[in-house]
Structure formats: structure tokens, C-alpha cells
């Protein structure tokens, strides 16, 4: 079975920098694309950004490009998204997924993953 945990979220100020993890396990971590998402109280679950297998990465452009960037660490079997100049916007739970045979259409779409973690709080304060 398939775990995922992520940590590393808390409270910032604005502008600042958090790096959030997501360990996998019962799985094959190399296999899986990785994405982030996240949800904040009243609106719908949003894309993040996500990772393939091969380390080819996407962000939702609008949002959070050149602030945050995505990688992974398959000898930790880990994704790791770190977030700088962090504004109140921000706020929100955030939930690392995973998918296999993810096309990179599709790598936006929360149906496209197979695996939730738990989600981890990130609160920006202005």
C-alpha cells in the first residue's frame, strides 16, 4: 500500500521560504510522477506543480512560477517543493499525489494521481 507523508509546512511572513517534503512508501518512488496541490478553506483544490518520473517539472504558471520549484530525490524517495517570497495568497493546506503513467496534459488534474498524503498547513502572515 502506498504512503505518503508530507512535512514541513508552518508560519511565515510574508516573503518568506519554506521547503515542504513528501516521503513515499509501499511503493516504487522512481516510477511515480509527483505533484503538489493545494486547497485553501472555501475554494477547490488547486495545482501546484508536479514532477515526472524522468524529472521533467510543471507549475501552474500563474500562481507560483519562478517562486517555487519542484524536484525530487529518488535515493530518499522523497519529492521535496520549496516556496520563496511567500505571500498571504499562499495560504493553504498543501497535499503531495502521486500517479503512474501520468501524460503531461494531464499532470494539472487532480484525478490524474492515485496517492494523497495527509496535507501539511502553510500560513503566510502579512
Known amino acids: 500500500q502506498v504512503q505518503l507523508v508530507e512535512s514541513g509546512g508552518g508560519l511565515v511572513q510574508t516573503g518568506g521560504s519554506l521547503r515542504l517534503s513528501c516521503v513515499l512508501s509501499g511503493g516504487t518512488f522512481s516510477s511515480y510522477t509527483m505533484g503538489w496541490f493545494r486547497q485553501a478553506p472555501g475554494k477547490e483544490r488547486e495545482f501546484v506543480a508536479a514532477?515526472?518520473?524522468?524529472?521533467?517539472?510543471?507549475y501552474d504558471e500563474e500562481s507560483v512560477k519562478g517562486r517555487f520549484t519542484i524536484s525530487r530525490d529518488n535515493a530518499k524517495n522523497t519529492a521535496y517543493l520549496q516556496m520563496n517570497s511567500l505571500k498571504p495568497a499562499d495560504t493553504a493546506v498543501y497535499y503531495c499525489?502521486?500517479?503512474?503513467?501520468?501524460?503531461?496534459?494531464?499532470?494539472?488534474?487532480?484525478?490524474?494521481?492515485?496517492?494523497w498524503g495527509q496535507g501539511t498547513q502553510v500560513t503566510v502572515s502579512s
Open positions: 499525489a502521486a500517479g503512474l503513467l501520468v501524460v503531461r496534459s494531464a499532470l494539472p488534474r487532480p484525478h490524474s494521481y492515485n496517492y
Open positions: 514532477i515526472t518520473w524522468s524529472g521533467d517539472s510543471t
